[in-house]
C-alpha cells in the first residue's frame, strides 16, 4: 500500500517504503506481489516466500506448494496460481476472498488481488470474481470476453481485451472505473486506492481517476516502458 517492490533480473528482490525488509539470502525469483503490509515471491523451483504482516495469516505459505508460477497479494490476504492452472488463497477471509471458486481451479492463467476480492482470468478469456462485494468490484460485467490481462485496484476491477480496449467495474469515487475515451491499444493495466493506469503497446501510460498525491501525473520520461505496478496511491513503471 505505501511501499514497492522490484524484482531485479538476477532474481532478486528490492523493496522500499512503509514496509518489511527482504528476507536474507532470497533469491532465485521469478514473480513478486505487493500486499498492503505484507508481500510475495515466488522462486524458480515453484515455491513461495511470504513476509510481513501476518496477522491474518497473510504470510502462512500453505505447505506444499512446489508449483506455483504467480502471486497476487490484497490488504490482508493472499493468492498464488499454481502450473495446473489451479488458484490456491490463504489469510482474512472476512469477504470470502479466500474460498476460491470451482470455476477457478482450473485453467487460469492469471490472477489479481484487491483490497478484499480476487480475480482469475481463464484461459477462454473469460473472468472469475470472488470476496467483497460491497462495490460491486466482483461483478464482472455481463458477457465480457476475449480478456487478455486482469487487474485489480482496491474496490474496483480491471480488464484489457484482446482488441487493446479496457472494461472496469466497481467503486468510482476517483473516477477509477471510467475509462478515458477512445483509449486503445492498451496492453496492461493497473490499479490503486481510487486511481488506475495502463500501459500501452507503444510503451506510454495512459492513468485515470483520482491524482491527489500525483499518481496520475506521468512524467515526461515514462517513454518505452515494458511493466506497469501500482501502490495504493503511486505507480511505477
Do not use: C, M
Not at 515471491?41 to 516466500?49: I, R
Amino acid at each position: 500500500e505505501s511501499h514497492s517492490l522490484v524484482l531485479l533480473d538476477n532474481g532478486t528482490v528490492v523493496t522500499w517504503g512503509n514496509g518489511t525488509a527482504v528476507p536474507v539470502d532470497l533469491e532465485s525469483v521469478t514473480a513478486i506481489a505487493a500486499g498492503s503490509s505484507h508481500d510475495l515471491a515466488v522462486k524458480s523451483d515453484g515455491t513461495v516466500v511470504a513476509w510481513g504482516n501476518n496477522t491474518y495469516d497473510q504470510t502462512a505459505v500453505p505447505s506444499g506448494i512446489t508449483n506455483a508460477t504467480q502471486a497476487a497479494a490484497g490488504e490482508k490476504h493472499s493468492l498464488i496460481l499454481r502450473s495446473t492452472g489451479a488458484v490456491t488463497a490463504w489469510g482474512d477471509n472476512s469477504f470470502g476472498q479466500t474460498t476460491v471458486p470451482t470455476a477457478a481451479t482450473t485453467n487460469v492463467t492469471a490472477i489479481a488481488a484487491g483490497y478484499d476480492h480476487s480475480l482469475a482470468l481463464q484461459a477462454d478469456g473469460s473472468v472469475v470474481a470472488w470476496g467483497r462485494n460491497d462495490a460491486d468490484q466482483t461483478s464482472v460485467p455481463a458477457g465480457l470476453s476475449n480478456v487478455v490481462a486482469i487487474a485489480a485496484g482496491a474496490f474496483h476491477s480491471l480488464a484489457v481485451k484482446s482488441d487493446g480496449t479496457v472494461v472496469a467495474w466497481g467503486w468510482n469515487n476517483g473516477g477509477q472505473s471510467t475509462i478515458p475515451a477512445s483509449l486503445t491499444g492498451v496492453t496492461k493495466v493497473t490499479g490503486g486506492y481510487a486511481f488506475s493506469a495502463a500501459l500501452k503497446s507503444d510503451g506510454t501510460l495512459v492513468t485515470w481517476g483520482d491524482s491527489t498525491y500525483g499518481q496520475g501525473i506521468i512524467p515526461s520520461g515514462a517513454t518505452q516502458v515494458t511493466h506497469l505496478a501500482a501502490g495504493a496511491n503511486h505507480v511505477l513503471a
